[in-house]
C-alpha cells in the first residue's frame, strides 16, 4: 500500500515508494483524505463543545411550584405611533407563556424581551402556566400618544387711532 502524504496542492505519493496502481492509488487517497476530513470536523465540533456554555436541563424535583413572574415591562413609557419598544418578561417553574394581544417567539425564559411597534395604546397580558397546572397573569399597557398637532397660525394685529391692521401669519 502507498504511503500519502497531504500537500496544500494535492495529494501524492511518499516519495522513493511506488505505486502499485493509479486507480487503488486514487481509492487510498481518497479514503485517507474523507478520513482526514472527518476528523478535522470531530475536533472542530468538541472544540465548540467545549467552548459554549454548558446547558443542563433537570426535571423539577419533588412537588412542583407554582409558575411565577418575575418581571413584566415595557423598555418606554410612551411611544408615538410607529415607534419600536421592547416588552421584556421573566418566568420561573412555567411550562407554556403567552402574551396577548398573541405575539411570536415567547418561550419561558429568565429575561428576554421582544420588539413592538404599536399604532395605538396596546394592553399586554402575560399568561403563564405552571408544572402544576396553576396559572399567573400580569398585565401592562404602553400608551401610544398622537404626534402633537401643528401649532396654530400666529395673529398678530397692530392698532392704531384710525387704522387696523392684521398679520395672520400666512
Known amino acids: 500500500m ?39 470536523l470531530a475536533a472542530w465540533g468538541l472544540t465548540l463543545m467545549r467552548e459554549s456554555e454548558p446547558r443542563v436541563w433537570a426535571p423539577p424535583t419533588g412537588k412542583p411550584g407554582p409558575a411565577r413572574i418575575l418581571r413584566f415591562y415595557a423598555s418606554e413609557g410612551t411611544v408615538q405611533p410607529g415607534e419600536k419598544a421592547l416588552i421584556c418578561y421573566g418566568v420561573a417553574n412555567a ?20 420588539e413592538v411597534s404599536p399604532d395605538h395604546t396596546t394592553h399586554y397580558t402575560i399568561v403563564a ?3 402544576d397546572g396553576g396559572v399567573v397573569t400580569r398585565s401592562l399597557t404602553l400608551p401610544v400618544e398622537a404626534e402633537p398637532p401643528a401649532p396654530a397660525p400666529v395673529l398678530e394685529f397692530a392698532f392704531s387711532p384710525g387704522e387696523m391692521h392684521y398679520n395672520l401669519g400666512i
Do not use: H, N
Open 95 to 114: 411550562r407554556s407563556v403567552r402574551i396577548l394581544p398573541w405575539m411570536a417567539g415567547v418561550t419561558p425564559s429568565l429575561k428576554r424581551c421582544l
Open 2 to 40: 502507498d504511503m500519502i502524504y497531504l500537500s496544500l496542492a494535492r495529494l501524492q505519493p511518499m516519495p522513493g515508494r511506488r505505486s502499485l496502481s493509479k486507480k487503488y492509488s486514487m481509492s487510498v487517497s481518497f479514503a485517507k483524505l474523507m478520513a482526514a476530513i472527518c476528523l478535522l
Open 129 to 131: 402556566e405552571g408544572y
